[in-house]
């Protein structure tokens, strides 16, 4: 069972208190997109093996949806962040770069 | 004969016997005993029949590892199939009967399969399914299904508790053997909070039976010394009848303990699971002897060599008079010279290794027991007893050398680590050819949160058999435990043991090497399963190359087995036959849990009344008093209708119809969801969140909203009320209100973040009433209070006030088309107010009315509700409700959606009222058929009824439902064929869904 600090309450939070929610960093597409605009947004997501960017949502805990980057193969949480960002933090970036030099980085 | 030896039975009380039965008998034991020694005690070695071929099965193994010796235990609500006798601690009274056999355990009809062996082989069950279809149906199917299972299932309802513990510790060893309690020492040193779990009730593992010194100490006496040393550490835990169950991600780990399987009834919960978070975990979880694969190596009388030992000097129990010993190792040796030393027979030692001169070798020689070198049993004879062995070169094909007589077989194949927790969470292996073993891998552990290793194995589990190297190894990994925890390194050293000359042992996969066709099907592998050598090898043959294809293929390893005795043997087999070394063709995955545990046990507390607790409004004993017929709808209990004495529950939902059409009804609707939506941004958000526009809605008005989700299709409704400048008040369905307070919060805590909103969830803040009828407005103004006139609370707008003496907010909205009042009132006071209600609704003949009356009401007056109209791929517009959706704004969840081709195609199906022809109702989910059939000669379908009652207040059947082109077809006739095998067509046609008050008048008074 997965474990997680949420960055809100601080509390080391297991998997069973938590709400998985996906990808994240997903740009919302609305009226006035194109289909193929409109269909990436609803429907592609990305599977990685390795680093994954993912919102999770304190759900029985502080009800805050929190971002974590977490290796879908080890498991690794590299660190949960704040959900009211736009992309990744520049310093997780490098440090998840730095300890996994092949990795092809976020985009 | 298996019997009680005078002597011997470090483990048994003589002075506490007790009495149990097996099978009817009346047997005797020993406290200590467990279920299996006791019936070995007793003579008892016969105790099953196996999975397929009913054969004969006997006990083979001391512990865990056991695969034959499974019987129903215990009666009525105590009664649980598949328990191991091995593992069962004996108590006074125990009850037992064997399985998987008929009429008895003597004589078993099923022995049949045996010989007809030939025809069963792998694959068996596979292979019916490319018969006819005929041949299984009437062949094949009553065959597996008569001989499918092990035990019987348990009818009675379990009375026993169950309970969920939680530990969060800096070391958790699992085993508590001296490789365990070594650790625990080391790692308990290092100032680490540490949990030591021991499956079985007693300390110390096997060493007590192998013998050796550990620090100039028997181990008996080293065990009992450090038990004392780590109960007097504070922040040492031990607990005995734990088994360490399973590891998984991030240091969780289950612990299984059996608090009250050897004393049931006693008023303690019978299994307490232990959900443990480790920063470490050590597996000091030893090692299983391996079977050989000889002919006959399943008949009673043939046993481990361990086991064998351990019978005798734990519970002074011989399995036989005469043993043979069957080896390709040192380590049998030990169990002929323990046997020799209890004055029991041995006449030889069968050692397939060639030249055999080691220290163990010659004290077996010393004592008079005669080493057949370079040999192999060729053949166990017997049937439900070991009465000989044909003993043949190993070399050769097995052409009989010599007969020797016993009634027993000690056998030993080498050593195998248990790596299940260590590979559970992904701990990888590396093949050992010295020892032919898959052994843990230090350098790719299982990694933690933080990429961390956090499982090290410890003494046989790491692949160390000698004493001396377990001590060594099991000091190291508990010192680095407690320091990977935060520890401080203990410097103690380790415990020591004098270092043991052994000869090395030689893989032995098939006795003899060369073994024909015949020999090798009456070469078990799987005991409990009836997997055999020559099934591996059909396997193997048919194209079954990978390991873990060809253990679904033949049944291997599977079970409760889990590869512990069959696994390495297996894998042998299938290598040979495909010509690999045994590292290419790998192993199966280890899942858990190690042994089976209860499903009581994963239930714990969460049984009964606290499975799934249940929510209740304030008016809910009131609706139990009445006699309500209860509906679940989400966590709550709602009335479905209140059926009188001798009402049938249709009469009564008529009653409560007409009742609330022509005089008064009341409903308790507490359970609508109520969610406050305030702030600056508000309106701007549920703009958003609603196809309509919320943002202009006045204070003191309501409006019916729809929620989308952002694929367009219908997800909630409900009615808005402004309650000030920068409030609103959103109802939900019942079923919806976490669901869409849930969505709220997701899209503003993710998307909308500057927004300035905030939303609570206050729907058990509130009791809800709707009064509903003609005569509603005259009740309120019976309880006196807030003007209730048209003139001052018109047709959907709301005002707070009091009524009959209560707060109330008061919200004039219809989803019966009747005039229709709906109150909320703070929840403390619901129940009060609903008093007040029936008292002074009394002279109108007021009636409370449940959901299915509610349901009926609104399906006569056209309206939709989330989950019959809608099912996840229904669009607003299919519903006729486009008067709902803005065309002005901009943006809403849902809106680009709706937008794609698909949602805009004029055949998609449409909402539609539904009249039968003769007044019947249409059944309920029916599908409406066009002209013409599909690809598959299957009517072509034009639509599906969605809502479908008999309406009280028509007096006929009335329909919603979803048909192509519907609106356009107003007038015409479809068919819905029913599926009770008459071939009647329902006959219906299509009308407008509002069938009752068409123009509104009556809510609207």
């Known amino acids: 069972m997965l474990i997680f600090e949420c960055p809100y309450c601080g509390v080391m939070a297991d998997e069973t208190d938590l709400a998985p929610g996906g990808e994240a960093h997903i740009k919302r597409y609305g009226p006035g997109s194109s289909d193929d605009e409109f269909e990436s947004y609803l429907f592609a997501r990305k ?61 | 004969m298996s019997t009680r030896l005078a002597d011997h039975g470090r483990l048994i009380d003589r002075t506490k016997p007790l009495q149990f039965q097996f099978n009817g008998k009346h047997l005797k034991g020993y406290e200590g005993d467990t279920l299996a020694s006791a019936l070995l005690g007793a003579g008892q070695l016969l105790v099953g029949r196996s999975f397929k071929y009913h054969r004969p099965r006997g006990i083979m193994a001391s ?108 070391v958790l060893v699992v085993g508590g053997g001296v490789a365990g309690l070594t650790a625990a020492r080391a790692a308990g040193a290092s100032g680490a909070r540490v949990l030591v779990l021991e499956q079985t009730a007693h300390w110390g593992g096997r060493a007590p039976v192998d013998g050796g010194d550990i620090d100039g100490m028997g181990p008996d006496e080293w065990v009992k010394s450090t038990v004392e040393q780590l109960e007097k550490m504070e922040n040492v835990t031990l607990l005995r009848r734990t088994m360490g169950a399973g590891v998984y991600d991030h240091g969780y780990a289950l612990g299984y303990e059996r608090i009250a399987d050897h004393t049931p009834g006693d008023g303690r919960p019978r299994h307490r699971l232990w959900r443990i978070r480790a920063q470490q975990i050590v597996t000091a979880t030893g090692a299983i002897e391996r079977p050989l ?64 001169t080691s220290a163990l070798a010659q004290a077996a020689r010393d004592a008079g027991i005669r080493v057949a070198e370079g040999k192999a049993v060729a053949k166990v004879h017997g049937g439900k007893r070991v009465t000989g062995v044909s003993i043949a070169a190993q070399a050769g094909e097995g052409a009989s050398l010599e007969e020797v007589k016993c009634d027993a077989v000690a056998m030993s194949g080498g050593w195998s680590p248990v790596v299940h927790l260590w590979s559970h969470c992904g701990g990888k292996l590396n093949w050992d050819a010295q020892n032919a073993f898959f052994r843990p891998d230090p350098s790719r552990p299982p990694t933690g949160a933080q990429g961390q290793a956090y499982v090290v194995t410890a003494g046989s589990a790491s692949g160390a058999l000698a004493l001396a190297d377990v001590l060594a190894d099991a000091d190291k990994a508990g010192k680095a435990a407690g320091k990977a925890a935060g520890g401080k390194a203990g410097r103690k050293a380790a415990p020591k043991a004098d270092a043991e000359e052994t000869q090395k042992m030689e893989p032995v996969w098939i006795m003899p090497q060369g073994a024909g066709p015949a020999k090798r099907m009456k070469m078990w592998l799987d005991f409990q399963n009836d997997v055999k050598v020559s099934d591996v090898q059909l396997a193997a043959r048919e194209g079954y190359e990978s390991v873990e294809h060809t253990k679904r293929y033949t049944t291997l390893g599977m079970a409760t087995d889990q590869g512990k005795l069959s696994n390495i043997n297996g894998l042998a087999v299938l290598s040979n036959a495909l010509d690999q070394e045994i590292p290419s063709t790998g192993t199966t995955t280890f899942r858990p849990p190690y042994t089976p545990i209860s499903f009581g046990a994963i239930a714990g507390e969460a049984r009964g009344a606290l499975f799934q607790p249940i929510r209740k409004t304030p008016m809910h004993d009131w609706h139990e008093e009445a006699g309500a017929y209860w509906e679940p709808v989400g966590h709550w209990r709602r009335a479905y209708c209140y059926p009188k004495p001798g ?21 308790d609707a507490s359970t609508l969801g109520k969610l406050v939506v305030k702030g600056p941004d508000a309106g701007r958000f549920l703009d958003m969140m609603y196809t309509n526009m919320m943002s202009n809605l006045a204070v003191g008005k309501c409006r019916y909203g729809l929620m989308c989700s952002e694929n367009g299709f219908l997800s909630d409704d409900g009615v808005v009320a402004r309650i000030d400048e920068d409030t609103w008040l959103c109802h ?86 009747e005039l229709s009042f709906e109150i909320a009132i703070p929840a403390s006071q619901g129940r009060a107010f609903w008093d007040a209600l029936l008292e002074a609704g009394e002279e109108f003949g007021v009636m409370p009315y449940g959901t299915e009356a509610l349901h009926i009401m609104r399906a006569e007056k056209g309206f939709i509700m989330i989950g019959d109209e809608t099912d996840g791929t229904v669009i607003p517009q299919d519903l006729g409700l486009n008067w709902a959706i803005s065309k002005k704004k901009e943006d809403f969840l849902g809106k680009r959606a709706q937008l794609r081709t698909h949602m805009q195609d004029p055949d998609r199906w449409k909402l539609v009222g539904l009249e039968t022809l003769d007044g019947t109702v249409i059944p309920d989910g029916a599908y409406a058929v066009g002209e013409g059939t599909n690809e598959n000669g299957q009517k072509n379908v034009i639509g599906r009824v969605t809502s479908t009652y008999y309406s009280p207040t028509l007096k006929r059947g009335i329909a919603m439902g979803l048909i192509k082109h519907g609106p356009d077809r107003m007038g015409e006739v479809v068919g819905f064929p029913t599926i009770d095998g008459t071939g009647t067509v329902v006959k219906a046609k299509i009308v407008d869904p509002v069938f009752y008050d068409t123009n509104g008048e009556k809510q609207n008074v």
């Open chain 1, 47 to 107: 599977n990685p093996k390795g680093v994954h960017f993912e919102r999770w949502r304190h759900v029985s805990g502080c009800g805050k949806w929190f971002h974590a980057a977490r290796d879908t193969v080890t498991l690794e949480v590299y660190a949960t962040y704040s959900a009211q960002t736009l992309e990744p933090p520049k310093a997780l970036l490098s440090a998840i770069k730095k300890k996994n030099p092949e990795w092809e980085g976020w985009s």
């Open chain 2, 63 to 170: 512990g865990a590892e056991e695969p034959n010796a499974l019987v129903n235990m215990g009666q009525g609500s105590r009664f649980e199939p598949n328990q191991r006798t091995t593992t069962t601690e004996l108590f006074d009274g125990l009850y037992a009967t064997s399985q998987n056999h008929w009429p008895s355990l003597e004589f078993d009809v099923g022995v049949i399969n045996n010989y007809v062996a030939r025809f069963l082989p792998a694959g068996f069950y596979y292979k019916t399914f490319m018969a006819p279809r005929a041949a299984w149906k009437h062949l094949f199917e009553p065959i597996v299904r008569q001989s499918a299972g092990l035990g019987k299932v348990p009818t009675d309802k379990d009375v026993d508790s169950y309970e969920h513990y939680y530990a969060h510790v800096d």
């Open chain 2, 293 to 356: 694969s000889f002919a006959g190596n399943d008949i009673p009388g043939v046993m481990l060599a361990s086991a064998l030992r351990d019978y005798v000097v734990n519970w002074g129990v011989s399995p036989g008079d005469r043993t043979v010993v069957v080896t390709n190792n040192d380590d049998a040796y030990r169990t002929a010279l323990t046997l020799k030393a209890a004055g029991l027979d041995v006449p030889l030692i069968v050692d397939a290794r060639p030249g055999v």
């Open chain 2, 647 to 667: 009402e049938t529950h249709e009469e009564a939902v008529n009653r409560e119809v007409i009742n609330t059409r022509e005089s008064l009804g009341l409903l």
């Open chain 2, 732 to 817: 939900t369905t019942t079923g919806g209100a976490d669901r869409i307070h849930a969505h709220m919060e997701e899209w503003l805590q993710t998307e909308w973040w500057d927004w300035q909103v905030y939303v609570a969830n206050v729907t058990e803040q509130f009791a809800q009433v709707a009064v509903v009828g003609p005569n509603a407005r005259k009740v309120l103004e019976k309880l006196g209070g807030m003007d209730v006139s048209k003139d001052a609370l018109a047709f959907m707008q709301w005002a707070d006030g009091q009524l009959g003496g209560f707060d109330a907010r008061v919200y004039r909205i219809s989803f019966s088309g």
